[in-house]
């Protein structure tokens, strides 16, 4: 009985220990939270200060990922907003606004009064409403030390005619949340999934939303049929027919503690409107036929002029116990919804036979992977070949080729020419990356930055690319960009700098302005200043 009692009082002991340290963790984390606030309430308070709109003629954007880019719904021009970057040691995060003209292939940042505050992971939909309106959900923003983050559950919508930033306040709208999906859909903004994380714990969503563009109200919608599970960073897009896709994602979940596995689905849904129910819903879980993408997270998503959806690049992740690596692509796949059908986006003509890499720099870092769309390199190509295990207990085999690294894991040319064809057009391809950006317009497809890995250096992008959907050629290079110009702060001096970035958002516009700008400009010649606030390596679920 002795030891018994003893059992018992120790255990009461464990669970009163517990106790007290989920109320310390609590606390800790509420005060996090109202920090986040805080330094969200600085910087707007900064962009307050901005009374009058400001159109300046630029260079292009300096590095980003998860930023979004949007098609202007009447002119010749392509909307990029938010974003983040990570130099080793801090993170930037934006809200600015740039502006890209096709027609006279330049860049204009475009300042407004009273912008959305600093995000990434957000989701911005176009609509050609009033001469176009963006309007953007959610997304996140970090601490300075990148291991906490505040989501938000706000709703923008910038006036592209007057140039005028809204913030639209409605009730009963979907909680803090990023790597959500949304699209248009009618007359309303139709919202699916993505993920929270505190400093306690993480929860992936599967939840459904919509938002009437008429009465400006937020409805919950409850579909009949088994829907995709929890997760974020999926494919969503609007057929011709009108129903929605959802395909694939991310999602991770604890296996034991301090220790998530994550999971790269691969399954298909898709979501009707029942006929004459008006907000009514159903799921119907798919199969398509074809050559399917390989499981991955990470990927870019874009609608073809033909209503089929376009999916670019990502990540693979292999997961050994607390090991991860990345292979990441450069792949294109489309699905047909009417044909329910993937099908490889090949590239055609004798143009893209011809033609090989340019030539890798030496001092550049290695390790990525870049695959090989087309030609060869100096070297024999290395075939590699890889099972995995979708989520479906299918098992798909890869055979990937990958080219003949450089310095920089560019692949190399066994010329010494400088890599241009007859018109003097670098004879470049977008090299394999997740986060990218997509957008079409007039039946060209846009892609610019992104990021890959280059063992543990991260490489952030900021090249443009345009493919003509139509034709299948060859890609063509807009904005191109020397991974090696790109500085990398190692992790030893992250613990000084990280002090002096909080001096700087704690200080005055001036002396902000002058700490993180100049820091900005040093590292990204061509860079706008941005904000650093954290040092937290972006995530391939958003």
């Known amino acids: 009985m002795g030891k018994k009692g003893k059992k018992e009082k120790k255990g009461r002991g464990a669970e009163k220990t517990a106790a007290k340290m989920e109320k310390k963790v609590s606390k800790r984390s509420q005060k996090e939270e109202e920090d986040l606030e805080a330094l969200i309430a600085h910087f707007q308070a900064l962009d307050a200060r901005k009374t009058r709109i400001v159109e300046t003629p630029c260079s292009p954007p300096s590095p980003r990922l998860n930023a979004s880019l949007c098609a202007h719904p009447e002119k010749e021009e392509l909307i990029l907003f938010g974003g983040e970057y990570f130099n080793g040691q801090k993170t930037f995060l934006y809200n600015e606004l740039y502006i890209y003209n096709i027609r006279k292939d330049a860049w ?36 300075p030390d990148g291991e906490h983050f505040y989501h938000y559950r706000d709703l923008w919508v910038l006036h592209l005619a007057t140039r005028t930033w809204e913030q639209v306040r409605s009730p009963g709208g979907p909680s803090g949340r990023s790597g959500h999906r949304m699209v248009a859909w009618k007359r309303q903004l139709i919202l699916f999934g993505g993920f929270h994380e505190s400093t306690r714990d993480y929860i992936y969503y599967n939840d459904l939303y919509a938002f009437n563009l008429d009465a400006f109200t937020w409805s919950r919608l409850s579909p009949s049929g088994t829907g995709p599970t929890p997760r974020s ?6 057929t011709a027919q009108g129903s929605i896709v959802i395909y694939g994602g991310y999602s991770k979940q604890r296996v034991r503690k301090d220790v998530d596995r ?26 398509p036929s074809g050559a399917k993408p390989t499981p991955r997270s990470g990927f870019s998503v874009a609608v073809a002029p033909n209503h089929q959806t376009l999916l670019f690049g990502g990540v693979c992740d292999d997961e050994e116990d607390e090991s991860l690596e990345g292979h990441f692509l450069s792949d294109l796949h489309f699905y047909d919804p009417v044909r329910n059908r993937w099908f490889a986006g090949q590239l055609k003509g004798p143009k893209v036979e011809k033609r090989r890499r340019r030539r890798g720099k030496k001092g550049e870092p290695r390790g990525a992977n870049k695959q090989e769309l087309k030609g060869t390199g100096a070297q024999e190509p290395l075939q590699v070949v890889r099972e995995l295990v979708a989520e479906d207990g299918t098992v798909v085999t890869i055979q990937q080729g990958l080219a003949a690294l450089g310095p920089a894991g560019q692949a190399e040319s066994d010329d010494s020419d400088d890599g241009t ?23 060209r497809l846009y892609l610019y930055g992104g990021m890959f890995e280059a063992g543990d250096r991260q490489v952030t992008l900021s090249d443009l690319y345009c493919l003509d959907l139509h034709k299948m050629e060859e890609w063509t290079v807009l904005v191109e960009m020397d991974p090696e110009s790109q500085e990398w702060l190692e992790e030893t001096d992250s613990e000084e700098d990280s002090d002096e970035a909080k001096g700087a958002e704690g200080g005055g516009e001036s002396e902000e302005d002058e700490d993180s700008g100049e820091e900005a400009r040093e590292q990204r010649p061509s860079a706008a200043p941005g904000e650093p606030f954290a040092d937290s390596l972006p995530r391939t679920e958003q």
């Open 108 to 143: 204009t940042k475009v300042e407004i009064p009273n912008p959305p505050p600093r995000r990434c992971a957000h989701q911005a939909v176009m609509v050609p409403q009033g001469g176009g309106q963006l309007w953007i959900f959610g997304g996140e923003f970090a601490s």
């Open 233 to 238: 960073g999926c494919q969503m897009t609007v």
């Open 262 to 287: 994550g999971t790269q689905h691969s399954d298909m849904f898709l979501l009707k409107a029942e006929e004459g129910r008006e907000g009514r819903w159903a799921w119907t879980r798919v199969n």
């Open 421 to 443: 064809n007859e018109a003097g057009v670098p004879a470049v391809e977008p090299s394999p990356r997740s986060s990218a950006m997509l957008a079409v317009k007039h039946g």
